[in-house]
């Protein structure tokens, strides 16, 4: 386990989609469990910001109904540990609708469990905070436990709409004691 020593996870410098942490973003959308919902995802300039941009239709039929971006927060996947902060911020633009934050723990075993907040994406850049004791357990009942981040991602879910959400950073955030954590064996 590494301990989440940097509060920032990607601060979109690369102009790939490699992260700050070292691994990469990758688009997943329900047509791993046979929707059809489909997206697109790349760095570029946003409203003059560089960010990554996911865009897409997310449609409902055959059971599906989701695109998202996600990150693994280590390069191997390995677990996180977050204690030192109080929650993720994200700098964030979209097109007026509702999006979610999915994060999950080495604990989590079945691909729709996860832990859950939501978020508005106006359509002006803004930054939102979202406190680790928000989020809610989805479909699993073992807690959050943020010493055991494993990755992140960032969903259009749920409904039928068009999806275009644009990130311009993501980090921890909280105050960390002034120490800067070490890693973890």
Do not use: K
Not at 4 to 9: F, G, K, L, N, Q
Not at 79 to 96: F, I, K, M
Not at 148 to 175: E, H, K, N, S
Request: net charge neutral; charged share 25%.
């Amino acid at each position: 386990m590494v301990r989440a020593a940097d509060r920032v996870i990607d601060d979109l410098a690369s102009g790939t989609l490699a992260a700050t942490v070292g691994s990469r973003w990758q688009l997943i959308s329900d047509r791993v469990m046979g929707g059809i919902s489909a997206g697109t995802l790349r760095r570029e300039t946003v409203a003059g910001r560089q960010a990554l941009r996911m865009r897409g239709e997310v449609s409902l039929e055959n059971n599906g109904g989701f695109v998202q971006m996600a990150l693994d927060l280590a390069p191997d996947g390995a677990p996180v540990d977050a204690s030192a902060w109080t929650g993720l911020e994200l700098d964030v633009l979209g097109n007026d609708e509702d999006y979610g934050v999915h994060l999950r723990t080495d604990a989590v075993a079945r691909p729709w469990q996860s832990y859950r907040q939501g978020f508005h994406a106006d359509r002006g850049w803004r930054t939102v905070r979202l406190p680790f004791a928000g989020f809610v357990a989805h479909r699993i009942e073992v807690p959050l436990d943020v010493r055991r981040l494993r990755r992140l991602g960032l969903v259009a879910i749920g409904r039928a709409f068009t999806a275009d959400l644009a990130v311009g950073g993501v980090r921890f955030f909280g105050d960390t004691a002034g120490t800067a954590p070490t890693p973890a064996g």
